[in-house]
Nanobody
């Protein structure tokens, strides 16, 4: 069972920045895709950004130019640098890792952006 530990959420004013980090437990398997999803109250969980082990990225249009995803394959970590935050970015952010066709989720970290 892969375990994910997230950190870095919090409260920030609009226009500010936060950095989310996620560390996966040690595994002999390659972590195919690592990324971040978010879920605001009353909304469905949505992809924020993800990255394959080969470095290909995918991100939501709403965060392009503001959020940057990065990962360290040797350390099994994935980070999300969030700049120019907006109140509509407020949500619980979840780390997600896909391994051998299975998706594993972190416990979630709250990001709140005040106007």
């Amino acid at each position: 069972q892969l375990q994910l530990v997230e950190s870095g959420g919090g409260l920030v004013q609009a226009g500010g920045s936060l950095r989310l980090s996620c560390a996966a437990s040690r595994t002999i398997f390659r972590l195919d895709v690592m990324g971040w999803y978010r879920q605001a109250p009353g909304n469905q969980r949505e992809l924020v950004a993800d990255m394959t082990s080969g470095g290909r990225t995918n991100s939501a249009d709403s965060v392009k130019g503001r959020f940057t995803i990065s990962r360290d394959n040797a350390k099994n970590t994935v980070n999300l640098q969030m700049n120019s935050l907006k109140p509509e970015d407020t949500a619980v952010y979840y780390c997600a890792v896909k391994v051998l066709g299975n998706t594993y989720w972190g416990q979630g970290t709250q990001v709140t952006v005040s106007s």
